[in-house]
């Protein structure tokens, strides 16, 4: 059974209440167990923090036993070498998810540090994104 983690970053417990016209109406929390209910067969890990340290130590904690790691860093996606740095220093493989299109954003969200350390890139198609990403990696 594979072992894929889900890892979001700041401001993304918010998913639900924030921004509803750019990221949606529906709680990470209910689209987890819908994709828990869809991949019965893959073992699912959910982890968000607001601080980068810690995602840096999930990273560290999974970055060489789990099978994949999808990563929508939020802001520190644009912001963080030491995320990425993390990412570089494991050997599971990453899948970068943004949910809203970064590129017909601000400018500033049109780098991610993350994104060359990743395998793929999934941009602007809302939730569905990581069920992308998490297809890649079944």
Request: charged share 20%; net charge neutral.
């Amino acid at each position: 059974m594979k072992k894929i983690l889900i890892l979001n970053g700041p401001n993304l417990n918010l998913l639900g209440t924030r921004e509803p016209t750019v990221y949606g109406n529906q709680s990470f929390e209910d689209y987890f167990k819908g994709l828990k209910n869809e991949f019965p067969k893959t073992q699912l890990h959910y982890y968000q923090s607001n601080h980068e340290g810690d995602l840096i130590d999930k990273i560290h904690e999974v970055g060489f036993t789990f099978d994949g790691i999808i990563v929508n860093a939020g802001g520190y996606s644009h912001t963080s070498i030491a995320l990425a740095d993390a990412l570089s220093a494991v050997t599971t493989p990453a899948v970068e998810v943004h949910i809203s299109n970064v590129y017909t954003r601000e400018p500033y969200r049109h780098h991610s540090y993350l994104t060359d350390r990743c395998k793929g890139l999934v941009t602007g198609l809302g939730l569905k994104g990581y069920e992308l990403a998490l297809r890649y990696f079944l």
